[in-house]
């Protein structure tokens, strides 16, 4: 089969939507959910042992403002913090790396998916993706656990999406 190749240009809209995508899909993750409920369950028995001292009455208001205060914190701050504070971090971000600046070329066939920017080229091989998830506008490649690339759709034909779905999903199962 032939290499397929796409030149990509990312911008400050691709990565803020990149960060919105990630979030949602945090949210969606079961293996994340006990995580925060863990979490949440730490936050809300701190502050209820904070706010005892602080509030007289019984333990149950301090309880119950606990609990809602750390539903807040746990689940809320990282919405708030995307959402407000994303776009100035993503333009920021694409400032301050290299590869933004200029046209990624993307190539990809039955071995693997290969990039090269103004900073260098790599090349990973189809099984080292871990996951990869997509929207209406991108699709994000994880060959790294914290690290993913950005593969805007409108960079690529129709056909050549459902290809590189393909490829992914064989290899990732996701």
Known sequence: MARREAVVEI??????AAQRLVLRACFRRSSQCWKRALLWGFATAFFAMLLLGEIPGSPA???????FGSLLLVFGLPVVIVLLLGPRAAHCHFRAVPAFQAPLHYSWDEEGFSSETVSGRSMHRWPSYRRWLENDRLLLLWPYPATYQIVPKRALAPGRVEELRSFLSQTTGT
Do not use: R, Y
């Open 11 to 16: 911008g400050v809209a691709d990565l803020v």
């Open 61 to 67: 208001g301090a309880i119950a403002i606990s609990a």
